[in-house]
Every structure is written in C-alpha cells, then in structure tokens.
C-alpha cells in the first residue's frame, strides 16, 4: 500500500496486479510506503479503515484521500499465482505451498475444494477489497489489463509524467527445469531494464483453454464478485466504482 498525503490518494496493492512496477513508480511521490512483508504491503481494505483511517483523519483532516486499486480477469489472477507458485524456490524445497506437483486444472480443482489444500489457498480480489460489511471499498477501480489507464490518472493527479517498469513479472509458464526457470528470468529482468512504459502483454497460451466447461462455470459461480469487479473496471477504467 502507498499513501500520498500531498496528492490524496491511497494505492491498495492488490496481489499479482503489477504491484511492484506500480509502487516503483510511485515511489518519489508517497509519503507512507508499506514494504516489507506480502501481509504489510498488501494491506487490504478491511486493515486499512480499522488502523490506518484513523491515523490519516488525525494527520490529515482536511484531505479527502481517494481509494484505487487495480482488478484483474479472475481465471488469469489464478494463472498467476499458479504460476508464482511453482517457481524453485518453493518446489526445491517441497514448501506447502508449491504448485509445482500439479497442473493448473488441478490447481483450479483445489481451489474449489472446501477445505482448501495449502497450496491453493489464496483468497480472492473482492475479499481483499471489500469492507467488513462484504462491500466494496475502493473509489476508483481499474482493470489490470488496461494498466495505462491507471499511469495516465495518476500523473494527471501527480501532475507530471509517469512511466511503468515491468518488474517481478511472473514466468510466462511452469518450469520443470531450474536452469531454464533461471535463464527465463534473466531474460524477464533484463528486458524490464531496457522496457519502460510497461503493460501485460499475453503470457502464453489463454489459461482457459482445455478447461472443461463445468469448471469454468463452477469458478464462475465462487469467483462471483470477481468478475462483478473485473467487468465493473472494463466498463469505465479509472472512474468513480459503484457496484
């Protein structure tokens, strides 16, 4: 999460939703960054009114802070943190959470699971952005595939140019191999040195393609508000978000 003081806004970091391009781009512009930990820097809305509200009515009462945060097409969300899941780190050393023992239907199939295996425990977008009441809390929300939307209101807000670095993008596929894993990301960083301006730009195959129908519907049916969210941010990037 990053909080602007001078320019009234909070950014929520919503996971695997750009979100270290986005805070690096920011960064020259924030008063309070939240690093650290995934727990901290992917503070969610519910943690943010109870401690964090608080705290910026009493330093600031005079500001309006404006919300934003980016939303993603569910089906790919989860492609992501499949992807992120079964990177080295987490299957050399058999880590509860790796995917790397699975397919990603697999991994789907889990995440329908009640309870749900380690592994494929990674909540959702609109519990991260919902408030204790199950509604929505953000302002303004924009679609993760439409990324210039978001860069070009937030230097209208800022007031000066902004530019986007791809950074930390997660691999493109599932590795079985640790050098081709390594030599996948060398390529990633060093394209994201000489790239700026970034935006998403198609991972692969469509992680829908092959899925049987019934599972798409079954995802359909427990990722409801996702999508709600998802075409809510298409239909207007970067306006005022009623839904």
């Known amino acids: 999460m990053q909080i602007s003081l001078k320019h009234g806004f909070v950014f929520f970091c919503t996971p695997k939703n750009a979100s270290n391009s ?8 924030i008063d309070l960054d939240l690093q650290g930990s995934p727990a901290v820097r992917h503070t969610n ?17 005079e500001t309006r802070f404006e919300t934003l945060a980016l939303v993603r097409e569910p089906v790919s969300w989860l492609y992501s943190w ?13 880590h509860v959470n790796s995917t790397a023992h ?3 239907r697999g991994f789907l199939e889990a995440y329908l699971e ?3 295996p380690e592994f494929a425990r990674v909540g959702s977008q609109a519990e ?11 302002d303004r929300l924009f679609a993760y595939e439409d990324l210039p939307a978001l860069v070009h209101y937030l230097a209208g807000r800022i007031g000066e140019p902004l530019s ?3 950074i930390n993008v997660s691999p493109g596929r599932v590795y079985r191999s640790n050098l ?21 730009r198609p991972q692969g195959p469509d992680p829908r393609d092959g899925l049987p129908g019934p599972l798409l519907d079954a995802l359909t049916a427990r990722l409801q508000r996702d999508f709600e969210l998802h075409a809510s941010a298409q239909r207007g990037p970067g306006s005022n978000f009623s839904g």
């Open 164 to 166: 986007l670095r791809a």
């Open 102 to 104: 699975v397919s990603f």
């Open 128 to 138: 991260f952005l919902e408030d204790e009441a199950g509604r929505h809390g953000i």
């Open 82 to 94: 499949y992807r992120f899941r079964a990177r080295s780190q987490l299957r050399e050393t058999h």
């Open 45 to 61: 809305v519910r943690q943010f009114r109870r401690y964090l509200a608080p705290y910026l009515a009493d330093v600031a009462p």
């Open 22 to 29: 986005i805070e690096d781009m920011l960064r020259p512009h």
């Open 180 to 200: 081709l894993e390594k030599l996948g990301a060398l390529h990633r960083r060093a394209r994201a040195r000489l790239v700026r301006d970034a935006h998403p």
């Open 114 to 116: 009640e309870p749900q």
